[in-house]
């Protein structure tokens, strides 16, 4: 049974800085593209960052500059180091995983955790 379990969420002041990590497990995590989807209040889910198996990455707009995705395939973990948070960054936070990289990018990936809230005050 595949299991993805997002933490390090919470509440920070405009300006600073959160790591949200992603352990896998059920998975051979090497193979698979890993990735961040975001979803505000009243919004609709949307990437925020993505990673291949070889490490190739893809970022919203919005975030470029600001985050970096990573991951560690000895530990079945990805990051997402995310600085200078503004306001609009609030959100739950979940993470996907799938074999194909482009179904990460697309949003239809096979896995997805339960969400990690990440609350920005201004």
């Known amino acids: 049974q595949v299991q993805l379990v997002e933490s390090g969420g919470g509440l920070v002041q405009a300006g600073g800085s959160l790591r949200l990590s992603c352990a896998a497990s059920g998975l051979i995590f090497r193979f698979n593209a890993m990735g961040w989807y975001r979803q505000g209040p009243g919004k609709q889910r949307e990437l925020v960052a993505a990673?291949?198996?070889?490490?190739?990455?893809n970022y919203a707009d919005s975030v470029k500059g600001r985050f970096t995705i990573s991951r560690d395939n000895a530990k079945n973990t990805q990051y997402l180091e995310m600085n200078s948070l503004k306001p609009e960054d609030t959100a739950v936070y979940y993470c996907?995983?799938?074999?194909?990289?482009?179904?990460?990018?697309?949003?239809?990936?096979?896995?997805w955790g339960q969400g990690t809230q990440v609350t920005v005050s201004s």
């Open positions: 990673i291949s198996s070889g490490g190739n990455t």
């Open positions: 996907t995983a799938d074999s194909r990289f482009i179904k990460v990018v697309q949003g239809t990936g096979v896995y």
